[in-house]
């Protein structure tokens, strides 16, 4: 009896007979030789059906399958060099489960709109599979770090009563009688849960109403976001970039050949390890200035500002002590400096951007109560968070990281579109 396996674990029978249920990706024929290129979602492997060596039934199976058919096939697993597998299948016979006609996404040149639209079928593709794995590897490495460290997941919720940091960007909609928005972030929200739990963290879908079409933005996209009682800003930063060198680091090891299919240099991607360089808000400024960018201090940087930046850095770089009028209420005034606040933005080389803003928290009742007047931030609405404050207050911080962004860069993708399974953009709410 064959060893039903998958492509992944092939390498664990060299030698013998498996059985293993597929998709055909795509079929070449050389005269009484068909090579089945087969996937099977963990994998890419070719299947070399001799008709010599098979049943006339097999044979003419193996014959029938289109591009996309679906079938269990049986074969001999042999070492062969010369795949990118390493491995290569010796087909003993095929049952055909379904023969797929006329597959519309073909073996050619295909628009970006048509792509998308077919988004469901497009997610097959060597290249579309391969950034799939590549972030739920990122997922798993970011669980790893956190559970190896103490924290505890929460889970935030997604209908709030209000913004988080007091924008108008968020998605409105009725909670019975109420008035109710899609959470742009679970930030206020961990902050309580670290008060219970002393280090936490969220992973989950947030959602911005920003009219934006750039190639850095979605309209729904999953953040992590951690926050730790009794830290400063320094260790937050600390922290930060343990925890994105330990990402790097974990699809380094475990997605050598997804990152082989994306052509992606990792030379690049080996330098993310040990400490970041950070520079203040002032500095940038001055750089950008000499740079030419007309820019004045107090105006927050664009992708242009963050791209010409991160040039000059090999890593992500950290830019710290953003004025604190541009800046959300909750942040920390730097004690020696109160026009600036305690927080960073880490901004990913090769043209990335912002991958993560964090801050310390201000944890002194009369200045939140302060910023609460100042934002015109309603007092029903917050009165919970206020009550972090009034109960137990302590020196806190956290940041959020952007998971999509995060997969982008990794993974060397020009646009967010194709880092998430089903994206959401101005326009786009189908598939």
Known sequence: MATTCVIREVSKHVGAEVRIGCWLHNKRKSGKIQFLQ?????????????????????????????????????????????????????????????????????????????????????????????????????????QQFFNDRGFTLMDPPILTPSSCEGTTELFHTKYFEEDAFLTQSGQLYMEAAAMALGKVYSFGPTFRAEKSKTRRHLIEFWMIEPEMAFVDHDENLRVQEQFVSHIVQSVLTNCKSELETLERDTTKLEKVIGAFPRITYDDAIKFLQEK????????????????????????????????????????????????????????????????????????????????????????????????????????????????????????GLDHVRETIPFPRMLYRLYP
């Open 38 to 142: 087969l996937r099977d979602g963990t994998g890419f492997m070719q299947g070399v059906a001799v008709k010599t060596e098979l049943s006339e039934e097999a044979w003419e199976a193996a014959k029938s399958l289109t591009q996309e058919s679906s079938l269990y096939v049986t074969g001999v697993v042999r070492e062969e060099p010369r795949s990118k597998s390493g491995f290569e299948l010796t087909v003993t016979n095929v049952e055909v489960i379904q023969i797929t006609q006329d597959y519309p996404i073909t073996p050619k040149e295909h628009g970006v709109d048509f792509l998308m639209d077919h988004r469901h079928l497009w997610l097959r593709a060597p290249k579309q599979r391969a950034v799939m794995a590549i972030r739920g590897q990122i997922i798993a490495a970011v």
């Open 292 to 411: 030419g960018f007309d820019i004045p201090w107090g105006e927050d940087f664009g992708a242009p500002h963050e791209t010409a930046i991160a040039e000059q850095y090999e890593t992500p770089v950290f830019i710290t002590h953003y004025p604190t009028k541009i800046k959300a209420f909750y942040m920390k005034p730097d004690p020696s400096n109160p026009d600036v606040v305690l927080c960073a933005d880490m901004i990913a080389p090769e043209g990335y951007g912002e991958i993560i803003g964090g801050s310390q928290r201000i944890d002194d009742p009369e200045l939140m109560a302060e910023r609460f007047r100042e934002h015109d931030l309603a007092a029903e609405a917050y009165q919970w968070y206020m009550d972090l404050r009034k109960y137990g207050t302590v020196p806190h911080s956290g940041f959020g990281l952007g998971l999509e962004r995060t997969v982008a860069w990794i993974c």
